[in-house]
Nanobody, 116 residues
Framework: QVHLVESGGGSVQAGGSLRLSCAAS????????MAWYRQAPGKERELVAI???????NYADSVKGRFSISRDNAKNSVYLQMNSLKPEDTAVYSC??????????WGQGTQVTVSS
């Protein structure tokens, strides 16, 4: 069993910054990719950013240049630095982990609210 615990969400004014953290624990044998998704009210969940085992990254067009994903393999952790936040970034952000065995795990989510 793998558990993902997110932290760092909260409320911030437009233009502000937040840093999300996600720590994985449990029976982790090998992590392939880790990612952040978000879901706003009334909208489908969308991929925000992903980082592979080798460190390659990819971002949603809406966050390019503002968000940065990073990982600490030794700590089985992934981070999302969010700068220049906009009201449209308001959503529940969830951490995602895909193992080399293609098992997928999700965190419980953390709320990010950006006010104008």
């Amino acid at each position: 069993q793998v558990h993902l615990v997110e932290s760092g969400g909260g409320s911030v004014q437009a233009g502000g910054s937040l840093r999300l953290s996600c720590a994985a624990s449990g029976s982790i044998f090998s992590i392939n990719a880790m990612a952040w998704y978000r879901q706003a009210p009334g909208k489908e969940r969308e991929l925000v950013a992903i980082i592979t085992r080798g460190g390659s990254t990819n971002y949603a067009d809406s966050v390019k240049g503002r968000f940065s994903i990073s990982r600490d393999n030794a700590k089985n952790s992934v981070y999302l630095q969010m700068n220049s936040l906009k009201p449209e970034d308001t959503a529940v952000y969830s951490c995602n982990l895909v193992s080399l065995g293609a098992h997928v795990y999700w965190g419980q989510g953390t709320q990010v609210t950006v006010s104008s």
